[in-house]
């Protein structure tokens, strides 16, 4: 048999039957990373709130922040983008660009956003409908994206990696109350919830909230083989700080963690440089404010400064006691699960009419919750689909397992994960790979409460407990071709 039939057959021996590849083949472990800049000019609209404000100053910059890993047999690549919400369309642009410049096929790359709310929208019109055309800076992001795989693939250098978790109680608070005063509980469409999100601190009003947290600071590190840190990730169930002024460009706690966790390591000036990430757990339910206490008053950027340093030190102290191996098996999958998309009721249909007619008449009391819901309601009944599909995505670092999922999760799908992944440990990494609005669970769409309003969350009830078991079954066939190999 000639060499180049030779090599062909083996080529599809091991494209059929990937668990046959075998050990002895196996490369050295490595990992590389890289850091690029996609902050947005000014003038542009930062969107946290309901209104966006145009950007005056840049605080800190936005940057795409890139992990890549190589088993010897598969390379994983791991973005996070400073951004409150990147649409599915720039992270497919972005993909397709790494698949055609570096070979690392789209399933292979998990790309989300950090979840900063002091950055430029790099949105689309509509969170169901994807757009046709990129915007200008929808489009740069997406190039930078796969400029910095690029360059963290280029940066591949044989690499151990440790594993670790810390846990920080006190800067995440469950968002959503039982209050005791209905006036803080009416719902844009006249109903009542059971539920009130972000209610008024220090109330006489609240009971408890309606849900747990999770403390978990979960993470990933990779030195050299002599032990200069190379990259660490990290993860946290906190949606972002805040405490920026109007109009300030920033990445809020995760470009601080970023910039802290280097030095807390040990990382010293090097080419290529270390890279720290942040990426966004289960937060959509999560934020950090104490609703029991009145209220502190803090300088800008003091709340984040102070998260970012305490997670830093508590991942630096538990990384000096981990310990380092000299590989890990990689895997991922990437799957399309249809969801139905809510459409509003006749009740809420007749809401909108009522809304757009004051505003026809330039009723100046129509607040800026009612204006916002009523065109969200009008878009769903007119130009929204019955169904969308999303992906689904699950990694495997050695023992780690990660989920990825477009939405802004709620921490009790985090948890539910967690505990019953099948790996050693796990965690989940939201607004990945698109971002499609809240996911509720079926029990917080019976409380009600802004993350379940019809605009807020777009998909059906039951779309929470779908995912979670879609990832599970990806978790679940990894663990099974581990076991052939
Ligand atoms: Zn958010």
């Known amino acids: 048999m000639g060499m180049f039939r030779w090599v062909a057959a083996l080529a599809i021996l091991c494209s059929c039957f990937p668990q046959a590849r075998g050990a002895g083949q196996d490369g050295p472990f490595r990992a590389g990373a890289a850091t690029v800049n996609i902050t947005p000019p000014l003038g542009q609209p930062i969107v946290g709130g309901f209104s966006p404000v145009p950007a005056t100053y840049v605080r800190d910059e936005l940057h795409t922040r890139c992990l890549v ?7 994983l690549a791991i973005l996070l983008s400073d951004n409150v919400g990147i649409p599915r369309e720039v992270h497919d642009a972005a993909k397709a660009w790494i698949d055609a410049e570096t070979g690392i096929p789209p399933g292979d790359v998990l790309s989300a956003s950090t979840h900063t709310h002091s950055a430029t929208s790099a949105r689309g019109e509509n969170k169901v409908v994807a757009a046709k055309e990129l915007t200008e800076y929808q489009r740069f992001v997406a190039r930078r994206m796969a400029d910095c795989a690029r360059i963290a693939l280029g940066n591949l ?3 151990k990696i440790a594993w670790g978790r810390a846990e920080e109680p006190e800067e995440v608070f469950n968002r959503r109350w039982y209050v005791r005063d209905e006036s803080l509980l009416q719902n844009p469409f006249g109903g009542i919830d059971r ?3 972000n209610p008024p601190r220090g109330s006489e009003a609240l009971i408890e ?10 993470f990933v590190s990779v030195r050299s083989r002599d032990g200069r840190p190379i990259c660490l990730l990290a993860n946290y169930s906190l949606h972002y700080v805040g405490g920026v002024p109007s109009g300030h460009i920033s990445a809020d706690y995760f470009g601080a963690f970023a910039r802290r966790i280097g030095p807390a390591i040990g990382a010293e000036p090097h080419e290529p440089e270390f890279v720290g990430i942040l990426s966004n757990g289960t937060s959509g339910n999560i934020n950090n404010i104490d609703f029991r206490s009145a209220g502190e008053r803090t300088a800008p950027y003091e709340k984040i400064e ?3 340093s305490r997670l830093a030190s508590l991942v630096a102290e538990s990384e000096r006691g981990a310990a380092f191996h000299d590989r890990a098996t990689l895997d991922a999958r990437l799957v399309e699960v249809t969801l139905g998309v809510r459409k509003p009721s006749p009740e809420q249909i007749e809401w909108a009419k009522g809304i757009r007619a004051k505003l026809a008449e330039g009723q100046p009391k129509v607040s800026d919750r009612d204006r916002v819901y009523c065109a969200r309601i009008e878009q769903l009944a007119s130009e ?12 495997r670092i050695g023992p780690l397992g990660i989920a990825a999922l477009p939405f802004e999760v709620f921490v009790e799908t985090g948890l539910s994960l967690k505990k019953e ?6 965690f989940t990494i939201e607004l990945a790979n698109g971002s499609f609005g809240y996911l509720p669970t079926a029990d917080h769409h019976a409380l009600g409460g ?20 879609r990832v599970l079954e990806l978790w679940r066939g990894m663990r099974e071709a581990d076991g052939n190999r």
């Open 69 to 75: 890993l190589d088993d010897g047999r598969r390379k």
């Open 157 to 159: 250098e044989p690499a």
């Open 195 to 197: 539920v009130r999100m």
């Open 209 to 218: 909230p309606a849900g747990p947290v999770d403390p978990e600071i979960a």
């Open 306 to 308: 102070r998260v970012a």
């Open 384 to 395: 929204s689909p019955d169904e969308i599909r999303v992906p689904v995505q699950a990694i």
């Open 421 to 426: 992944r099948p790996m050693d440990s796990a």
């Open 450 to 469: 802004y993350e379940t309003w019809i605009g807020t969350c777009n998909v059906e009830v039951g779309a929470a407990a779908r995912l979670e078991q």
